[in-house]
């Protein structure tokens, strides 16, 4: 039942992520503002926000530590790097904050469903 009313949630969150990590890539991003994410970067976001949703669903909390090692291990690069701190950091916390949405959104459904 977890994952029957998760899907819809992520699939719902997911459409309306893209329209809002657009406009930050056009104020943000690097390169130039009319050119759009690749195709691989977009289903990157998803399964990483779909992975933090899911543990943090099934109540394991730590999936935060292991997304923050992740996160800050795949960041050095070479310092000529196109993609700025603040495009990075806005993105990312943008990101986890829509996997908390995801979340905050399941327990209330399960809440209403469950009376």
């Known amino acids: 039942m977890k994952i029957a009313i ?19 890539h056009k104020k943000l991003g690097p390169g130039e503002a009319d050119q759009k994410p690749s195709l691989i970067t977009v289903l990157k976001g998803v399964i990483e926000r779909s992975v933090i949703t899911v543990f943090l669903v099934f109540n394991y909390p730590h999936i935060l530590i292991a997304f ?24 990312n916390l943008i990101s986890l904050g829509i996997s908390v949405l995801y979340v905050w959104l399941y327990h209330h459904t399960i809440n209403l469903l469950i009376g």
């Open 68 to 91: 923050a090692a992740l996160k800050l291990g795949t960041r050095f690069q070479d310092e000529d790097t196109k993609i700025s701190n603040d495009y990075f950091l806005i993105g």
């Open 6 to 24: 998760l899907i819809p949630i992520i699939l719902i969150g997911e459409f309306g992520a893209t329209f809002l990590f657009r406009f930050i």
